[in-house]
């Protein structure tokens, strides 16, 4: 039997590595603050008064 050697693997620079995770995480943040606009930075809370305001409006 032979032993195979392995090519060395590459090593890909630090930054590369920060710029994945931070758009992987930012990515995600965004997915989830819109699919939950209620608990996120995404505030949905001035559409919904509006939305009351007219109901109420036409009620009466």
């Known amino acids: ?3 195979t050697v ?3 693997v590459p090593r890909y620079p630090d ?3 920060f710029l994945f995770g931070s ?3 930012v990515t995600l943040f965004t997915i989830m603050d819109m699919e939950y606009p209620r608990l ?6 001035l559409a919904d008064r509006v939305l009351v ?3 109420q409006g036409m009620q009466h």
């Open 15 to 17: 930054y590369r590595l």
């Open 23 to 25: 758009a992987l995480s």
């Open 53 to 55: 305001d007219s109901l």
């Open 6 to 8: 392995w090519p060395p």
């Open 1 to 3: 039997m032979r032993a």
């Open 40 to 45: 996120g930075f995404i505030r949905v809370d």
